[in-house]
């Protein structure tokens, strides 16, 4: 696979390489031959594939407790993600030190065209680890990892209800070094057609992979080269008239490389990225474009290179980490107005924290500070505070954060002419937002309980308006928002049954200031209670069950035309007869609930289908 843009990265990927060599060096000196424990993410929901498409990022997402995947059509063709209440583009997708970035619309945000099976359990950050983290996301962020190739030669298959078939394999080979270390080779790829579960809600996607991965038992090199094209329709995808039979194209190229190592006072890693998006949407299929104005052909390319680490001396430890990214919108049929097609990035995040060990427990106590710096807008410094109670009288954790955290528009909001289907808005300027969150953690026997309440101030943040004398046209406007809410997670053990139960409730008060605002398309469309349970039932002789629920009261919004609640779930029962083969009947939707998670977006109607999956060894 040739990426054209790839040549941007190779700067980026020659520091990662000279540091590459010297970091190890070093490190295979300095570590200590005890290694660190190991932190294992717990899976939160239960159903790993989907009855609708085959399994992309989103397909996890969908019943997250700290996460909402909003929809339009099957998740896997397009869904936003969003954190505590906030907006799509509010939310970002980190991959080991970098944020991934897409310039034209948080919409792309989840096109990361990497196999599942590459990567380790989603972590969900917010308060103090997004801020630390992310760049250009102000509320939470999903980040993953590269997880350790194993040897495999796997290949699963589905049929199901509405024409759904799809194919995936997955071959991987671990083969040890001289000098005690392995080198591995990982190659998947993946096609998945269906017809969905109503008229025009077809899609057809395909993804390849490529992951070179070098590890040792203090550190891990990787390289990726990922590749999606994936046709995508549903009625009323993103202007909410279900008469219209909308389509979105999109074709991904991806290349990292990434470098972690462990230190013996702590730990660094380096990560470098290009991505290159070609985008095609049409608001109606049955029109032919004319390849100007209203075709909605976009290509964005962007690189970036972030570092990362903590470092630890006695009672001190300062965690660091830093970004550059730069973007270019290369073409646009629509996307023309505004003052600039590139944009360079910059963020830089440094919290030193203390340790004060007390007769009754430990106390840490961080305060540091965040640098955001764009060459297209005005630079930015927050605050980064932390307080952290661990009492030795009980297994628990206390945190309190404070901070400061803000971001820039992307081009569509920028970009897109004032009036028309999407009215952009070139004077939109520098999102900011204050917020403060209080989390309690207590280890149970065979599981854990958590408690967060947050409050949030977001100022000039970007939303997509609705105004009943332009029927129409949805507007980008600024909004300030004041948002509290409380998160609720119990995670427990049962023999052979496994629970995760999460709750949620948000509270928003929204001002618009002088726009004329009838509805809002993103940021009172959200839950103002959800709650999901998963559930894992191990049967004997190789059967189980696997149950994810939500459900939910929506904020009231004059365009949907469905009921503001909604009951959703996702069932499964598999057979596993022996390691070499595993058979799953998978109905999604099970009560057919008619919600629309966008309004006028019609939802995704019940599926079922029967998956296959074979090892070879």
């Given amino acids: 696979m040739v990426l054209p843009f790839g040549k941007r990265l190779w700067p980026s990927v020659l520091v990662i390489s000279l540091l590459n060599t010297a970091v190890w060096a070093d490190a295979r000196q300095a570590v200590s031959d005890e290694l660190e424990e190991t932190v294992v993410l717990a899976k939160r929901v239960a159903n790993d594939t989907t009855a609708t498409s085959a399994s992309t990022l989103a397909t996890k997402l969908r019943f997250d407790p700290r996460v909402e995947a909003q929809s339009r059509g099957v998740p896997e063709g397009q869904a936003d993600i969003t954190i505590r209440g906030a907006l799509f583009e509010n939310t970002g997708l980190n991959l080991g030190a970098v944020t991934i970035l897409d310039p034209q619309t948080g919409h792309y945000t989840l096109e990361l065209p990497i196999a599942p099976a590459f990567l380790t359990e989603a972590?969900?950050?917010?308060?103090?680890d997004n801020a630390y983290a992310s760049l250009n996301a102000t509320v939470g962020s999903v980040q993953y990892a590269l997880r350790e190739i194993e040897t495999k030669a796997e290949f699963s298959l589905a049929l199901g209800t509405d024409g759904l078939n799809y194919q995936n394999i997955n071959l991987a080979k671990r083969q040890p070094l001289s000098d005690g270390s392995s080198l591995a080779l990982g190659l998947a790829a993946m096609r998945s057609e269906a017809d969905g579960t109503v008229e025009?809600?077809?899609?057809?996607?395909?993804?390849?992979?490529?992951?070179?991965?070098?590890?040792?038992?203090?550190?891990?090199?990787?390289?990726?080269?990922?590749?999606?094209?994936?046709?995508?329709?549903?009625?009323?995808?993103?202007?909410?008239?279900?008469?219209?039979?909308?389509?979105?194209?999109?074709?991904?190229?991806?290349?990292?490389?990434?470098?972690?190592?462990?230190?013996?006072?702590?730990?660094?890693?380096?990560?470098?990225?290009?991505?290159?998006?070609?985008?095609?949407?049409?608001?109606?299929?049955?029109?032919?474009?004319?390849?100007?104005?209203?075709?909605?052909?976009?290509?964005?390319?962007?690189?970036?290179?972030?570092?990362?680490?903590?470092?630890?001396?006695?009672?001190?430890?300062?965690?660091?980490?830093?970004?550059?990214?730069?973007?270019?919108?290369?073409?646009?049929?629509?996307?023309?107005?505004?003052?600039f097609n590139t944009r360079s990035y910059v963020s830089v995040r440094l919290l030193p924290s203390w340790r004060l060990d007390l007769n009754s427990g430990a106390l840490m106590v961080g305060a540091g500070i965040a640098y955001d710096y764009t060459n297209r807008d005005s630079d930015e410094f927050s605050p980064l505070i932390k307080l952290e109670w661990q009492p030795l009288a009980a297994p628990m954790r206390v945190r309190l954060d404070y901070l400061g955290a803000t971001q820039v528009a992307g081009y569509t909001a920028l970009k897109s002419a004032p009036s028309g289907l999407f009215g952009g808005n070139a004077s939109l300027g520098r999102e900011k937002s204050k917020q403060w969150s209080l989390s309690i953690e207590r280890d149970l026997t065979d599981g854990a309980l958590s408690a967060s309440f947050f409050a949030r101030r977001d100022k000039d943040a970007v939303d997509w308006t609705y105004d009943r004398s332009r029927p129409f046209t949805r507007q980008a406007n600024s909004v300030d928002l004041d948002v509290q809410g409380v998160e609720l997670l119990w995670d427990q053990e049962w023999g052979k049954i496994s629970s995760v139960l999460g709750a949620t409730f948000i509270d928003k008060k929204s001002d618009y200031s002088a726009t004329n605002v009838d509805a809002s398309y993103y940021a009172l469309n959200y839950a103002k209670q959800r709650f999901t349970a998963a559930v894992r039932w191990r049967l004997s002789a190789g059967w189980i069950v696997r149950w994810d629920n939500e459900y939910r009261e929506q904020a009231k919004n004059p365009l949907r035309s469905s009921s503001d609640t909604a009951y959703r779930s996702s069932f499964s029962i598999a057979w596993t007869p022996d390691s070499r083969q595993s058979y799953r009947l998978i109905v999604d939707n099970l009560t057919d609930d008619d919600f629309e998670p966008f309004p006028g977006s019609p939802a995704v109607g019940r599926a079922t289908s029967l998956q296959a999956t074979w090892s070879l060894f």
């Fill in 200 to 339: 025009n809600g077809d899609h057809q996607m395909a993804r390849y992979n490529l992951v070179v991965q070098r590890k040792s038992e203090q550190s891990q090199t990787d390289l990726v080269l990922a590749k999606t094209n994936k046709f995508h329709a549903w009625p009323g995808m993103y202007t909410g008239f279900a008469s219209l039979p909308e389509t979105d194209d999109l074709k991904v190229e991806f290349l990292s490389l990434s470098h972690k190592t462990r230190l013996t006072q702590g730990e660094l890693e380096l990560t470098a990225y290009s991505r290159a998006v070609l985008d095609d949407y049409d608001f109606d299929r049955r029109t032919q474009e004319s390849g100007g104005a209203g075709s909605f052909d976009h290509k964005t390319r962007i690189w970036g290179l972030g570092v990362s680490g903590s470092n630890t001396i006695n009672a001190a430890s300062l965690d660091y980490a830093l970004q550059y990214q730069s973007d270019e919108l290369v073409y646009s049929t629509d996307l023309i107005s505004g003052d």
């Fill in 123 to 128: 972590r969900i950050a917010t308060g103090k």
